[in-house]
C-alpha cells in the first residue's frame, strides 16, 4: 500500500520568513495530493491540493509543488504569519480499488513566531 | 449549515463498554470515511463506504463496526472498549477525487 513520508516534524520560523514542508509518497498510482492544516483541537481542514497532471500550483501566500518522477511534493508558505502556527498534514491518493483513500504524512508542526 | 457533523464531541467510558458515533454530512457526497487520530496526532484511516457500500476496510479490530443505513450517514459501533480505544475519531466525506471534508472529531477516552 501506499506510504507517506513528511519533513520535518516540527519546523519554526520568525514572521515574514517563508516555510517549506516535504512529503515523499511510494505508491506511482497516486495522483491526488492535498494539503491539510490542522489548528489545536480542530479538524483537518483542505488548504491547497495538486493533481499530477499539474507541476505546481498557488493561492496566495501558499504554493505546492509536485515532482511525479521523484515522488515528492512539497508546501511552500510565504510571509508566514503568527496564525499560520498548526499543524499540517500531506496526503496522498488514487483511483480504483483504494478511491478517495487518503494516506497521511506523519504530520509538521509549524510555529510562527511574531 | 455544518457540512460533516458527528456526535458526541467527546466520549468518556469504561473499559468494556459499548458506544457509538453518529455521523452525518449534507454535502451530497457519495464516499464516507473514519479515520483515528492517536495521542501522536497521526492520522489513519480505517473504514470507507461508498454510496452505503463498504469499500475501505483497513486492519482494524472486529470490536469497529461501521454502519452507513444512508449515503448521507456513516455511524461506527465500538464493543468491548479497550484503553487503547482512546483516541480522536474523525468522520470525512468526499465526492470524486476532492479532498475530504472533515466532521469536527470525538475525542474518546477509554478509563
Known amino acids: 500500500g501506499e506510504n507517506v513520508e513528511q519533513h520535518p516534524s516540527t519546523l519554526s520560523v520568525q514572521e515574514g520568513d517563508s516555510a517549506v514542508i516535504k512529503c515523499t509518497y511510494s505508491?506511482?498510482?497516486?495522483?491526488?495530493f492535498p494539503w491539510y492544516k490542522q489548528e489545536l483541537g480542530k479538524r483537518p481542514q483542505l488548504i491547497i491540493d495538486i493533481r499530477s497532471n499539474v507541476g505546481e500550483k498557488k493561492d496566495q501566500r501558499i504554493a505546492v509543488t509536485l515532482n511525479k518522477t521523484a515522488k515528492h511534493f512539497s508546501l511552500h508558505i510565504t510571509e508566514t504569519q503568527p496564525e499560520d502556527s498548526a499543524v499540517y498534514f500531506c496526503a496522498a491518493s488514487g483511483e480504483g480499488t483504494s478511491y478517495g483513500k487518503l494516506t497521511f504524512g506523519q504530520g509538521t508542526i509549524l510555529t510562527v513566531h511574531p | 449549515d455544518t457540512a460533516v457533523s458527528q456526535t458526541p464531541k467527546y466520549l468518556v467510558t469504561q473499559m468494556g463498554n459499548d458506544k457509538s458515533i453518529k455521523c452525518e454530512q449534507n454535502l451530497g457526497h457519495d464516499t464516507m470515511y473514519w479515520y483515528k487520530q492517536d495521542s501522536k496526532k497521526f492520522l489513519k484511516i480505517m473504514f470507507s463506504y461508498n454510496n452505503k457500500e463498504l469499500i475501505i476496510n483497513e486492519t482494524v479490530p472486529n470490536r469497529f463496526s461501521p454502519k452507513s443505513p444512508d449515503k448521507a450517514h456513516l455511524n461506527l459501533h465500538i464493543n468491548s472498549l479497550e484503553l487503547g480505544d482512546s483516541a480522536v475519531y474523525f468522520c470525512?466525506?468526499?465526492?470524486?477525487?476532492?479532498?475530504?471534508?472533515f466532521g469536527q472529531g470525538t475525542r474518546l477516552t477509554v478509563v
Open positions: 505508491d506511482s498510482a497516486s495522483n491526488y
Open positions: 470525512a466525506s468526499s465526492q470524486g477525487m476532492v479532498g475530504s471534508f
